[in-house]
């Protein structure tokens, strides 16, 4: 696919509003600020289908985009951002465990994992919530291009470190860059694999 024919389906902000699950899905789970949006932006050559932005917290709906005829992406509100209001950030914890517990189509989350941060304690939870689901799950390393390749090694590390010890974690890591073009290849040919 090259993202053409891509287009915005719906926000969510509760269960009852998820479109049919006819297509295969993929979601994109990260936390705030990680570059969610972005990467579905280059993965579809869109610079504006998923609003991207400097403020954390931008996206706070679960937004599903089509992108073939047989498949859906779709943008998760992020996590750990610390100045939301406490009642907010609850209510969206929930939907976000039930979506990712209970949607049959969903295929593979992507956790993204900021190259200069690597794995912290909020990402651990969504990882433990999709261990629990067994929903597969597979790490993308976003803002590679702000990180020099002598410097990733370290992230790198304690990513297969973290993951080993989760048993729905897929094994390959796929480093992008949404900025430079880096993984988006890749990761476009890993979502079109799935079935
Ligand atoms: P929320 O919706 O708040 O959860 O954030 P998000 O994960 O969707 O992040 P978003 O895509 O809005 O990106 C946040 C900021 O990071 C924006 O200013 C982006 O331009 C920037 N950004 C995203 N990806 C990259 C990248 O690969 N390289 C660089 N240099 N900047 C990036
Ligand atoms: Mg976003």
Same mark, same amino acid.
């Given at each position: 696919?090259?993202?053409?024919?891509?287009?915005?389906?719906?926000?969510?902000?509760?269960?009852?509003?998820?479109?049919?699950?006819?297509?295969?899905?993929?979601?994109?789970?990260?936390?705030?600020?990680?570059?969610?949006?972005?990467?579905?932006?280059?993965?579809?050559?869109?610079?504006?289908?998923?609003?991207? %932005?400097?403020?954390?917290?931008?996206?706070?709906?679960?937004?599903?985009?089509?992108?073939? @005829? %047989?498949?859906?992406?779709?943008?998760?509100?992020?996590?750990?951002?610390?100045?939301?209001? #406490?009642?907010?950030? @609850?209510?969206?914890?929930? #939907?976000?465990?039930?979506?990712?517990?209970?949607?049959?189509?969903?295929?593979?989350?992507?956790?993204?994992?900021?190259?200069?941060?690597?794995?912290?304690?909020?990402?651990?939870?969504? +990882?433990? #919530?999709?261990?629990?689901?067994?929903?597969?799950?597979?790490?993308? +390393?976003?803002?590679?291009?702000?990180?020099?390749?002598?410097?990733?090694?370290?992230?790198?590390?304690?990513?297969?470190?973290?993951?080993?010890?989760?048993?729905?974690?897929?094994?390959?890591?796929?480093?992008?860059?949404?900025?430079?073009?880096?993984?988006?290849?890749? #990761?476009?040919?890993?979502?079109?694999?799935? @079935?």
């Amino acid at each position: 696919f090259d993202g053409s024919n891509s287009e915005f389906l719906k926000g969510v902000v509760a269960m009852d509003g998820l479109p049919a699950g006819d297509r295969i899905e993929v979601c994109f789970a990260g936390r705030s600020n990680v570059g969610k949006s972005t990467l579905i932006n280059a993965l579809t050559n869109r610079s504006r289908l998923a609003r991207a %932005s400097n403020t954390p917290g931008r996206t706070q709906e679960i937004n599903f985009f089509t992108l073939t @005829e %047989s498949h859906y992406l779709v943008d998760l509100p992020g996590y750990g951002y610390a100045n939301a209001p #406490l009642a907010v950030v @609850e209510k969206w914890q929930r #939907l976000l465990k039930r979506y990712l517990s209970g949607r049959a189509n969903l295929r593979r989350a992507f956790v993204l994992i900021d190259t200069r941060h690597g794995i912290k304690d909020v990402d651990e939870e969504i +990882m433990s #919530l999709m261990d629990s689901s067994a929903l597969t799950f597979q790490v993308v +390393m976003t803002k590679a291009d702000k990180v020099k390749e002598k410097d990733r090694e370290k992230t790198f590390k304690q990513v297969r470190e973290k993951l080993s010890k989760h048993p729905a974690a897929f094994p390959e890591i796929v480093l992008t860059s949404s900025e430079k073009g880096d993984g988006i290849a890749t #990761l476009r040919s890993i979502i079109a694999g799935l @079935e």
